[in-house]
């Protein structure tokens, strides 16, 4: 039995960076380390990185930097980059900054122990592949204890899509579904650890082919799971919502009234300049047909403000597009060009002008956002009680739709659905208590 080590990972970025965090530190238990939450004692600190935007994607060298005062005092330290940066930059991580003694892409890191053995024999590790094998294939089998009751679990990977912005087609390679009888057998085991919500995975989810039925025919033969209560999914792109995902929102009792629908834009010129694929009412008419098959359920959604050419109409057709549509969360951001992509070679919209139409769109979206959390008050919803709350005697967990609420409740409710009576909404999360 190796020594044990401790590995600090941390993780940047979006859900599959979560989950990918996950198996990066499974993978790693078998080379004898073991996670630690505190970094000034680890014996190797891992950034599982995101590209997706210019900050994220300078925030990792910032935080290597940061790192140099610890790696001086305690030589010894490895220092490991993963992800969307470590597979966009490669070498040049290493670079930049030296110390760096491993980089790893998204689509490799099942190869982690024996890229340590390269770092034991003082040689850095370099892996950016996109190899021809599985790595679900050659990762150890989820076995570890007991956890959380709401899991992540990626059933697709990479995007075939190439909007003119998004780096993700180039971090992440083309889209590729893993097979949905490996899916079952993952989702079965996390349920033996205690888990009860699965959220899948995929930078375009809805896209998921490795069942004959598509994303729906997983979810049916997910549901069929007894332990497992709900069923969540994310990322997915307006053109791939198909009949069977739409009527499964309506039918399948599993499969939570919520769903991430980004549309980035409510002008058709620059959804078409985006190379979305769809218009403005389009995207109306599908959320329509979604509400009617399940008339409670709530967006959310992601857009992006001063992509190149949007002039103020553009910008006011996306803030008609948020009224229309009534989104009950949701991400913005300002355009950030990135390297390699086909919008990067446009000429941006100015700095401030993008900033300001920024602070608008997110007003009217939080506006939104507090309207939706505050209708919940007086209503009776379901809640996965996940964790102990700060208060004692109180739990916290997620609702139908995705709220956090706090609640009194004994602590063996953990990890179980119960009714909850909402009596309050604050900032970011609900109080209630358990129904009668
Ligand atoms: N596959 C998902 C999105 C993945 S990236 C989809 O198609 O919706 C997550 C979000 O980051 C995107 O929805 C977009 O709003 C934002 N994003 C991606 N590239 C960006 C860029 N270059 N500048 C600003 N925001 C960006
Ligand atoms: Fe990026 Fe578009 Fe693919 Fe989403 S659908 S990951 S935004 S290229
Ligand atoms: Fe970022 Fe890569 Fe996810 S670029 S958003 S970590 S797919």
Same mark, same amino acid.
Not at 1 to 15: F, N, P, R, W
Not at 49 to 68: F, M, N, P, Q, W
Not at 145 to 150: L, T, V
Not at 160 to 170: G, L, M, N, R, S
């Given at each position: 039995?190796?020594?044990?080590?401790?590995?600090?990972?941390?993780?940047?970025?979006?859900?599959m960076n979560v989950y990918d965090s996950e198996r990066i530190a499974e993978a790693l238990a078998s080379d004898?380390y073991?996670?630690?939450?505190?970094?000034?004692?680890?014996?190797?600190?891992?950034?599982n990185?995101?590209?997706?935007?210019?900050?994220?994607?300078?925030?990792?060298?910032?935080?290597?930097?940061?790192?140099?005062?610890?790696?001086?005092?305690?030589?010894?330290?490895?220092?490991?980059?993963a992800g969307?940066?470590a597979q /966009?930059?490669?070498?040049?991580?290493?670079?930049?900054?030296?110390?760096?003694?491993?980089?790893v892409g998204p689509q490799t890191y099942h190869r982690l122990p024996a890229m340590m053995e390269?770092?034991?024999?003082?040689?850095?590790a370099?892996d950016t592949d996109f190899p021809e094998e599985d790595k679900f294939d050659h990762l150890p089998k989820r076995v570890l204890?007991?956890?959380?009751?709401?899991a992540f679990l990626t059933v697709q990977e990479g995007c075939?899509?190439?909007?003119?912005?998004?780096?993700?087609?180039?971090t992440r390679g083309a889209e590729v579904s893993r097979p949905a009888a490996r899916i079952l057998k993952e989702a079965e085991a996390l349920t033996e650890r205690?888990?009860?919500?699965i959220?899948l995975l995929g930078q375009?989810v809805?896209a998921y082919h490795g069942h004959k039925?598509?994303l729906?025919?997983l979810?049916?033969e997910l549901?069929?799971?007894?332990?497992?209560?709900?069923?969540?999914?994310?990322?997915?792109?307006?053109?791939?919502?198909?009949?069977?995902?739409?009527?499964?929102?309506?039918?399948?009792?599993?499969?939570?009234?919520?769903?991430?629908?980004?549309?980035?834009?409510?002008?058709?010129?620059?959804?078409?300049?985006?190379?979305?694929?769809?218009?403005?009412?389009?995207?109306?008419?599908?959320?329509?047909?979604?509400?009617?098959?399940?008339?409670?359920?709530?967006?959310?959604?992601?857009?992006?403000?001063?992509?190149?050419?949007?002039?103020?109409?553009?910008?006011?057709?996306?803030?008609?597009?948020?009224?229309?549509?009534?989104?009950?969360? /949701?991400?913005?951001?300002?355009?950030?060009?990135?390297?390699?992509?086909?919008? /990067?070679?446009?000429?941006?919209?100015?700095?401030?002008?993008?900033?300001?139409?920024?602070?608008?769109?997110?007003?009217?979206?939080?506006?939104?956002?507090?309207?939706?959390?505050?209708?919940?008050?007086?209503?009776?919803?379901?809640?996965?009680?996940?964790?102990?709350?700060?208060?004692?005697?109180?739990?916290?967990?997620?609702?139908?739709?995705?709220?956090?609420?706090?609640?009194?409740?004994?602590?063996?409710?953990?990890?179980?659905?119960?009714?909850?009576?909402?009596?309050?909404?604050?900032?970011?999360?609900?109080?209630?208590?358990?129904?009668?």
């Open positions: 039995m190796a020594d044990s080590k401790k590995l600090y990972i941390k993780t940047y970025g979006c859900q004898g073991e996670q630690t939450q505190d970094q000034s004692e680890a014996d190797m600190v891992l950034l990185t995101c590209h997706i935007r210019e900050k994220a994607a300078e925030k990792v060298y910032s935080d290597l930097g940061r790192l140099k005062p610890l790696h001086d005092e305690k030589p010894d330290l490895k220092i490991a980059v969307c940066v /966009a930059e490669g070498a040049e991580i290493m670079r930049r900054q030296p110390m760096v003694d491993l980089v390269q770092v034991r024999s003082g040689q850095q370099l204890p007991a956890r959380n009751p709401s075939d899509k190439f909007c003119a912005f998004c780096v993700v087609p180039y205690g888990v009860r919500e959220t375009n809805n039925d598509g729906a025919g979810i049916w549901s069929e799971i007894d332990a497992l209560k709900r069923i969540r999914f994310t990322t997915s792109h307006p053109n791939d919502m198909d009949d069977a995902l739409i009527e499964a929102h309506g039918t399948c009792d599993k499969l939570m009234p919520y769903l991430h629908l980004p549309v980035q834009s409510g002008s058709d010129r620059i959804l078409k300049a985006m190379n979305r694929k769809h218009t403005a009412d389009q995207y109306r008419a599908l959320i329509a047909r979604i509400r009617d098959a399940r008339p409670d359920l709530m967006f959310s959604g992601d857009f992006i403000v001063g992509f190149p050419g949007e002039t103020d109409a553009d910008f006011e057709a996306t803030m008609q597009l948020v009224r229309d549509v009534h989104y009950g969360q /949701a991400y913005s951001f300002k355009y950030s060009a990135r390297p390699g992509t086909p919008a /990067a070679e446009k000429e941006d919209v100015p700095a401030d002008v993008a900033t300001e139409r920024l602070h608008r769109l997110q007003e009217l979206l939080s506006a939104q956002q507090y309207a939706t959390q505050a209708s919940m008050v007086g209503r009776d919803v379901h809640v996965l009680f996940e964790k102990k709350g700060r208060q004692d005697g109180q739990l916290i967990g997620k609702s139908d739709y995705l709220h956090a609420v706090h609640c009194d409740a004994p602590v063996e409710m953990i990890g179980t659905v119960q009714r909850v009576s909402i009596s309050k909404s604050m900032t970011n999360s609900l109080t209630g208590i358990l129904a009668k």
